[in-house]
């Protein structure tokens, strides 16, 4: 079996609306600086294509999550695998992420993080997929694109660790 990459979303299209979504951003921030948190690994390619459309000041931070599964059933439990170096007291957070599927990992961070005290904390994706969440509570400020229910690669998200480095959004198809 040989696995084939459909272009979904091109690199022009993908890099406009994220320069679109930075717009919509520093025009809501404007006068505040801005502390984005990445979710590793996925959101590392579209976290730097946002932040250097980003006018105000900026400073970066990273965690990693893993959801917990028993056998192949995901059980919605998700674990913290990495905690951010910085801590957010006071700051003004935007949470990036690559794809929000179920919700599980961020109504975990969104149920989590406020402890630590933010000033705000406020949530930015690259691909959201509607039709496949379970966690309902999950309120994305902000969405580059809303896509079908495809297993998706590229811009950062992976197949078995591979294609985080497309420069665009690709559906695999296995033939
Ligand atoms: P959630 O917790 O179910 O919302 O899952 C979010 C995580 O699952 C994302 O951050 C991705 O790492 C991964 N994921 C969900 N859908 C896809 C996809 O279509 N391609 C690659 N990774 C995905
Ligand atoms: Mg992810």
Redesign the pocket.
């Known amino acids: 079996m040989s696995e084939k990459i459909r272009v979904l979303i091109d690199q022009q299209t993908v890099e406009t609306r994220i320069a679109e979504v930075a717009e919509q951003i520093n025009r809501d921030y404007e006068g505040q600086k801005i502390h984005l948190v990445g ?1 590793l690994k ?2 590392v390619m579209f976290m730097c294509e946002l932040a250097k459309h980003l006018t105000m000041p900026v400073t970066m931070d990273f965690m990693s999550c893993s ?1 917990y599964e028993e056998g192949t059933v ?1 059980k919605g439990i ?1 674990r913290l695998t990495k905690d951010l170096d910085q801590p957010i007291e006071g700051k003004d957070v935007l949470l990036v ?10 109504a975990y961070l969104l149920s989590a993080l406020p402890a630590r005290k933010p000033a705000s904390l406020k949530l930015c994706t690259l ?1 959201d ?1 509607p039709s ?1 969440r ?2 309902k509570e999950v309120v994305v400020d902000y969405t580059c694109f809303e896509i079908d229910d ?4 590229g811009y950062g ?3 078995d660790q591979k294609y985080r480095n497309l420069p665009y959004i690709g559906v695999v198809e296995l033939d």
Not at 98 to 104: C, E, H, T
Not at 150 to 153: R, T
């Open positions: 979710i996925g959101s959801s995901s998700v992420e690559d794809i929000i599927d179920s919700g599980n990992t961020l691909l997929k496949r379970v966690r495809y297993f998706v690669v998200l992976d197949y």
